[in-house]
């Protein structure tokens, strides 16, 4: 049982930052397209943009992996 | 490393000043600036000729351009071209395009025609084949015989298949003819109905103007097949498509031909007239008094010496050159970068994302060692590293003749090759070969962990944090250095405030984790507080939120390489997926499920982990001191000299 919810928990973790990165990615991805498609010259500071919110899901799986060894 | 420059100032004899350019011109090295601005003086006479001339060059240019366009795939010639004789007569030579260009477009509007012709003929075609059968004996004769007895046919096609237009039409024919005519309909694809109206003959035009006044599209047949019967339009159609491609294949062939007997020339009108255009336009940023000229430009200072050797030796003393020994941070000053041979594949990735400023830290050396390494460590398998590189060597080959066209994607391939040999050091480390694969055939062989195991998670997680901080703190190292460098002082303390704490965090962390004595806290907590109150300091009233923020925002970065950890382990998994999946169910399927998930793993472990590692030197190392806004160095001339480069 208890090993259950450190599962779901750590699922949790990961997968709800999973959800706001996407979130977070999709809104500057869909900016940054537009911004390329104007300013070819800027795709390597919007993909850079794009690429920012990935900590979100990074942190998740720290939060995750620190709930499996830790517990 | 960023090479050094400086600006030069080339004075002279105003009588010299062409001679000079054209020497500069023929060096390469020197990016001129504009002097007249520069000096408050005037500018080379002649602007307006200079610029007349310039707008002839520009549309010979264009020709030139729009000719060649037509060979993009023309091989290039082995030997070089012959330079043409300047300065280029214009007149004679646009005449030479023109009469080309006249030549070329010919070709082309019968290719034209020859492509418009194969698509119209068969919607002729469909509605006249269905036709046929209506009228079969009417169908043998030509117009001169339908004549003879008194008729003629008029073909329509309506753009529907709805009955009551066809008895519309009836009904409008009817009103004019009465019952003197014949009416057959049938449906055509695409909902459409062919018609086809026999007439007695001297009703034809009056029927045609009629049927011209409405709505209905009549069908009136291209010259070539006017006069036929029915059938033989038909069969003069059907012959007439098979021909088409091979006259097409002919027409091509011959404006290929036709270019290609004159590309050598054409390459050289190019060279020839972009040179010049040069010319021109440097003409304008040279100041002149009454009796001299100034020119003024950003050139490497290790080239200076040679710049007045060759001005000496080619012109005489009637030129002076001088180095106004500007300082090598001016951030006014254009970026030159230059490395290692094994470094300049990292080159277009530094400036994918913006060029250093002039005298800042060129971070290429340091993105060779650790961008693979980082790459490396993700992947970390010795079977999808060898095969990464077998990969990477055969595309590196095939993009070796496209590499100017596309740097970013040459230097990726680059990139992958030596992220690949990273790949299998790391997968000797973990033990992988397509994952458990290896286990599964020799036993526990990996050096540390393999990474799925239960015992692997922390040590991993320790790995990628302690790579994260060394990372960051190099970054931050060099952020001082360059600081120090640009006599920045705040910046300075606000990186070592922000090295300090962190290395304090870091010793409060190695103490929770039993890795230090109890007696490391003391210092730990005091080296933070002391970093803390530093960065704090320099960030203003504020400071107490946004100091705090800004060492949350480092603390997040070195957290961020934990993706490393992250990205490895789902690549690791999947691959045992598919080593699990290939064990289950016949050897032959098992190959083949086995096979389709290592290959959709090559590809992720491919692309995600560079997307990944890229992202951890652009937004974590860089971020720590990277400084951008420099501006490419376009020396004058440069087409001349591209290897310039090379040889500073």
Request: net charge negative; hydrophobic share 50%; with cysteine.
């Amino acid at each position: 049982m208890e090993t259950g919810l450190i599962a779901i928990g750590a699922g949790l973790a990961v997968g709800l930052a999973a959800l706001a990165t996407g979130y977070a990615q999709a809104r500057i991805g869909a900016a940054a397209m537009g911004l390329i498609a104007e300013k070819p010259e800027l795709a390597g500071r919007a993909i850079l943009l794009v690429a920012i919110p990935e900590t979100l899901v990074i942190l998740g799986f720290a939060v995750a992996a620190m709930i499996i060894v830790l517990l | 490393m960023l090479v050094p420059m400086t600006k030069v100032r080339i004075l002279g004899r105003r009588s010299s000043a062409d001679a000079v350019l054209g020497e500069l011109h023929q060096l390469g090295v020197v990016e001129l600036a504009d002097a007249p601005s520069a000096h408050s003086l005037e500018g080379l006479r002649g602007a307006e000729m200079r610029s007349t001339r310039s707008e002839e060059l520009a549309a010979a240019l264009a020709q030139v351009e729009k000719l060649l366009s037509g060979i993009p795939d023309r091989p290039r010639p082995a030997d070089a071209v012959e330079p043409l004789r300047r300065p280029l007569d214009v007149p004679a030579l646009r005449e030479t395009l023109g009469a080309l260009t006249v030549r070329v477009e010919d070709i082309r509007r019968r290719l034209d025609a020859l492509r418009d012709e194969r698509l119209v003929l068969p919607t002729y075609l469909e509605p006249l084949r269905s036709l046929l059968s209506l009228v079969p004996v009417l169908a043998r004769l030509d117009v001169e015989q339908l004549r003879q007895i008194g008729l003629a046919t008029v073909v329509i096609v309506l753009n529907t298949d709805d009955e009551r237009l066809v008895e519309a039409l009836r009904a409008e024919l009817v009103a004019e003819l009465g019952n003197r005519f014949e009416l057959g309909s049938t449906r055509v694809d695409q909902g459409a109905t062919g018609c086809l109206v026999v007439i007695p003959v001297e009703s034809a035009d009056m029927v045609r103007s009629v049927l011209d006044g409405s709505a209905i599209r009549n069908v009136s047949l291209p010259e070539r097949f006017g006069g036929l019967a029915l059938n033989a339009t038909v069969e003069a159609m059907h012959r007439r498509l098979d021909e088409i491609p091979s006259e097409i294949s002919d027409a091509e062939a011959e404006r290929r031909s036709v270019l290609l007997a004159h590309a050598d020339w054409l390459d050289a009108c190019h060279t020839a007239i972009v040179a010049e255009l040069e010319l021109l336009s440097a003409a304008g940023e040279l100041a002149t008094t009454q009796r001299a000229f100034v020119a003024e430009g950003w050139m490497p200072r290790a080239q200076v010496d040679h710049l007045k050797e060759e001005l000496d030796r080619r012109l005489g003393a009637t030129v002076v050159v001088e180095d106004t020994l500007t300082s090598p941070y001016d951030p006014q000053a254009p970026v030159l970068m230059h490395n290692l041979r094994l470094s300049r594949p990292f080159q277009p990735l530094v400036g994918f994302l913006e060029l250093p400023r002039a005298g800042s830290v060129d971070p290429t050396l340091l993105m060779t060692i650790l961008l693979p390494l980082m790459f490396g460590a993700m992947v970390g398998d010795v079977g999808y590293g060898a095969l990464l590189f077998v990969l990477a060597a055969f595309a590196g080959r095939k993009l070796r003749s496209r590499a100017a066209d596309t740097p970013e994607i040459a230097s990726l391939v680059r990139v992958l090759l030596f992220g690949a040999g990273w790949s299998v050091f790391f997968g000797v480390l973990y033990g992988e070969v397509f994952g458990d694969l290896g286990t599964r055939m020799f036993g526990d062989w990996a050096l540390w962990h393999e990474r799925p195991s239960a015992v692997a998670l922390q040590p991993l997680l320790l790995f990628a944090v302690a790579l994260g901080a060394a990372h960051v703190g190099l970054g931050l190292g060099l952020g001082a250095w360059q600081a120090i460098r640009f006599r920045e002082y705040r910046v300075l303390l606000d990186k070592v405030g922000a090295i300090l704490a962190l290395a304090g965090l870091l010793g409060l962390a190695g103490w929770t984790m039993g890795g230090l004595p109890a007696g490391a806290v003391a210092p730990a907590v005091g080296v933070t507080a002391v970093g803390l109150v530093l960065v704090m300091s320099l960030h203003g009233s504020l400071g107490i939120a946004t100091g705090a923020l800004d060492l949350l925002g480092r603390i997040g970065n070195i957290l961020s390489y934990l993706r490393i950890a992250a990205v490895g382990l789902a690549s690791a998994h999947l691959a045992n997926v598919a080593n699990e999946l290939g064990s289950v169910g016949p050897i032959w399927l098992g190959i083949f499920v086995a096979t389709f998930f290592h290959a959709l793993n090559l590809a992720l472990a491919a692309f995600s982990p560079m997307i990944q590692s890229l992202r951890l030197q652009y937004v974590e190392f860089f971020g720590a001191f990277f400084v951008g806004g420099g501006r490419p160095f376009t020396p004058f001339g440069q087409h001349h000299t591209r290897e310039i480069q090379s040889t500073i």
